[in-house]
């Protein structure tokens, strides 16, 4: 059974840090490109930060860039999301997705639930 198991997320103040994690389940992980979107409530969901296979190649959001950092370990099937200098409007349900072309009009798609992460003082 495929499954996406988001953790990490929480309450923490303005300039902190968290570390989000996601486990993957039921696919072969390693062939996947992973991605972080995240929501905010009113919002449509966007597309936080993205590693592919093997993480040769990275990509972040503008207003992430150096404060977010995406890496995987393709042995314990996980993708990370480290989050630095955290600011009020980081607040967002984020989501671990796992993507995979198969031809150029059919692909595999997976979502995990999500887990919130709310960013106040």
């Known amino acids: 059974q495929v499954q996406l198991v988001e953790s990490g997320g929480g309450l923490v103040q303005p300039g902190g840090s968290l570390r989000l994690s996601c486990a993957a389940y039921?696919?072969?992980?390693?062939?996947?490109?992973m991605n972080w979107y995240r929501q905010a409530p009113g919002t449509e969901r966007e597309l936080v930060a993205s590693i592919t296979s093997a993480g040769i190649s990275t990509n972040y959001l503008d207003s992430v860039k150096g404060r977010f950092t995406i890496s995987r370990d393709d042995d314990k099937n996980t993708v990370y999301l480290q989050m630095n200098s955290l600011k009020p409007e980081d607040t967002a349900v984020y989501y671990c997705?796992?993507?995979?072309?198969?031809?150029?009009?059919?692909?595999?798609?997976?979502w995990g639930k999500g887990t919130l992460v709310t960013v106040s003082s």
């Open positions: 039921g696919f072969t992980f390693s062939n996947f490109l």
């Open positions: 997705n796992a993507r995979r072309s198969l031809s150029s009009l059919s692909f595999l798609n997976y």
